[in-house]
Each structure stands twice: as structure tokens, then as C-alpha cells.
């Protein structure tokens, strides 16, 4: 696995030039020992997330053999106010952004489950949510301020867009269809929301897969479990966590079981560091945090500090914390243990943990864990150590379960999973389509025309 760095040139005019950094993936090596040498996929593979989104495929890029790239850009989305739109890192860093657009996707105000997820997100945010049936973001879009309402898919569209031209800029050519997967609990709106934005940033979705089936395709697993076999697939991302039960029978991964919590993922971890430090420096230096930062700038160096510790006590023990001139020019030195990150996010942890359960309880495997052949952990914040011995705890004493599956990083699974699949051969994992059924469920979306 290599690491190949790509300025990104000659976007559309909607979209600013970033830095992207593209993973190019031997082929020979991630996924399978034996794969089938691919010709360039006319596809392209999208995961948009409530975080980062990325987008993978193979081709010849800058004149290199042939190889599987992978690019991945804040889900972040700004309007500054001149006109122009920013997408990715730029957005991240203005005073105004958009984010968490995703759990808008496809939602009704006038359904009440739906609305109280809005509410929750609109809690949030700093932008304003509008619309009486189907929520609408209200940004000012030009320099006179003029205002504009945008639905969940257009601003979606927006970094499909930067996606596709920046994939188009590293291969040097046009790109016109796309995989892109989704959530599994999306129902039909959602994903046809998906479908539209895509749609609008010039692309033809070919397929629309659920990305637990995408972590497992990354895995191998269709090939590994042969016939039949049971498989766990625990999502948590930066904003949301989801666990599923799937079923590998006749070829095909069917859904048994699944639970999502829209709010939970480590954005959550984040903000319980952060208010351990606010607490910390006022009782320390007598500096109110909050309302000493007008413009957010003192937070906001704060979370970027207890983001990377969290990222550190991944692999380490204790991680160091030191900003300048943090606020009112005091400087902030601490230090996190790895047990103190874990107390004061062990809730959290349990509400993670419950996702599984309710879906064994649903795949009716809660009392025969030794049915469960596969545990696939799939999402950056399952790097945390303290989810992953809860896992390993849940299941601890059956035989026939593996090791947890680490031979992908977590937060490259679902983009690399869909990336096999956007060749016409699938990698061997067939579309299932909407006319085939069995004892479970599938929402594999595949459109030939």
C-alpha cells in the first residue's frame, strides 16, 4: 500500500481547488490474494458520509500502472458570500459551514419520527433549518446576501461534484456513472434523494449498495464464507453508528437484523473531552471558555487538540495536549490517560453495544452467538480500544468466532468495498437486484439502462 500525494487542478467553476490525497491500492494486495486484473472501470465508488466522504475506483493515473485510488474530502460544504461554493477542507475551515446535511436526506417534517430527528440536528448546527414538509438548509448564497433554501440532496450534489472532478482530474478522463453506498436503514426517499444528487453533479448512479454489504464485499467475505455463514457489521462514524446482522446464503448477503442511532459517533467522543478541558481551564486558569470566545476560534482549537488525543490514545496510553496563547494569552498544557478518555465516554460506549445486541436479538442469534462466523468493524471510531474489547467481551468464550476483522482500515472499508464493485464483474459478489427474494432482506438498487 503506497501513498501518492495529487494537487487537484481545473475543478468547475462551482468548486475551489483543494489538496487531495489519493491512497492507491496495489492490487494485487488489500482485498484478495488472487484478483483478476481489471481494464478501467467506466464507474467511479462514492461513500458520502456525515464526516468525510470519499471516492475510490481503479485506472492509470499521472501515467502509473494500473491501481485502486481512493480520495477522501471533509463533508463540509460553505457559501462565502462572493458566489462561491467551498467544498471539503476549505469549508471545514470557514466561519459558516454546512455539515451533517446527510441526516436530512429523504426526511419529512410532517412525520413525527423524522421531525424529531431533524430537531436533534437543527440542535447542533449553526445553520438555520427551514421548510414546513421537507427540510431545507437557508444559506446566503451571493454577495448582496441575498437568501436561498437548499434541499439536503442539492448541497449533497455539491460534493458529489468535487468527488467526480477531482477523480477526473488523477485519471485524465471523463466520468459519467457511479456505486454509491448508503446507509441501511435509508428508506426509498433517501435513497432517491441520493440518486437525485447525484443526478446533479453529472453522474449516473449504476448502483446503489448498502454499506454494511460494502464492508463485507471489502473483506472478501463472499468468497471466504463459501455457502452460508453469519456476519456482524458495526458502523460508527464521526456522527452516526449503526450494527448489522447479515446472512450469506446462495451468494447473497441478506439483513437479519439492524439498529442505528443517528447521534452517536465520535463527534460525541470529541465534545465529552472538550467539556472535560473546558471545565479543566476554568477551574485551573479562571478562563470561562465559552464566553470568552466571541468568534469560536479558542473552541475550536481546543476540539482539534482533543480529537487528535483521542486518535492518540489509540495506540498509546497517555496523550499530551499543549495549545499557545489558548485564550486571553494563557497557554493550556494537559495531558488524557486512555482510562480517563474511557470514563468519560463509557455511556457512550454503552449506547454502541446496544446497537449490537438489538440486532443479535433481531437475527434471533442473541442466545447462539456461536452462529455469528465474521465480526467486521467498519468507521473510525471503532478504533477506539474500548469499543473493541466490548465487542470482543460480548462474544467472549465462543469457539467458533475469529478475531475481530482489521486486515482493512476501518475507515476506508465501505469506500473500498464499493470500489470492487464498481467493475462490471463485481468482484464476484452479483448484483442481487429488486426482484429477488429470501427469508431476509435486500436493498441492492442496480440500474442497467
Partial sequence: MAMVDVRVAGLAAILVSILACFLLLDQA???????????????IAIDLGNTNSCVAGYGHGNGQAETMFQLC???WVAFPGDGSVLVGEDAKNHAAPIFGFKRLLGKRRDFEREEEN????????????VGRERPLVQV????????KNLGADEIT??????????????????????????????????RYSILRAAELAGLRVTRLIDEPTAAA?????????????????????????????????DGVFEFMGADEDPFLGGQDFDQRIVDHFVKLIRKKHGKDLIRNDDKGSALGRLRTACEQAKKALSSQD??????????????????????????????LFLKAMALVESAMRQAELDKNKDLLDEIVLVGGSTMVPGIRRLVTDYFDGRRKLKNVNASVMPDQ???????????????GYPCMGGDRRQWGYSTDWCFTD
Fill in 29 to 43: 494486495g488489500a482485498f484478495t490474494g488472487n484478483q483478476t486484473p481489471y481494464s478501467p472501470s467506466p464507474a
Fill in 73 to 75: 474530502i471533509p463533508t
Fill in 118 to 129: 431533524v430537531r436533534e440536528l437543527m440542535a447542533r448546527v449553526p445553520y438555520k433549518v
Fill in 140 to 147: 446566503k448564497m451571493v454577495a448582496d446576501g441575498a437568501v
Fill in 157 to 190: 450534489a455539491m460534493v458529489f461534484a468535487k468527488l467526480r472532478e477531482s477523480a477526473e482530474a488523477y485519471l485524465g478522463r471523463a466520468i459519467q456513472e457511479a456505486v454509491v453506498t448508503v446507509p441501511q436503514q435509508y428508506n426509498d426517499p433517501a
Fill in 217 to 249: 464485499v471489502a473483506h472478501g467475505l463472499h468468497r471466504k464464507l463459501r455457502d452460508e455463514g453469519n456476519v456482524l457489521v458495526l458502523h460508527m462514524g464521526g456522527g452516526t453508528s449503526d450494527a448489522s446482522v447479515m446472512s450469506y446464503v
Fill in 318 to 347: 497517555v496523550a499530551e495536549l499543549s495549545i499557545k496563547s489558548l485564550v486571553d494569552g494563557v497557554d493550556f498544557s494537559a495531558s488524557l490517560t486512555r482510562a480517563e478518555f474511557e470514563e468519560l465516554n463509557h455511556d
Fill in 413 to 427: 472499508t465501505v469506500t473500498l468495498g464499493a470500489a470492487l464493485l464498481s467493475h462490471p464483474t463485481a468482484n
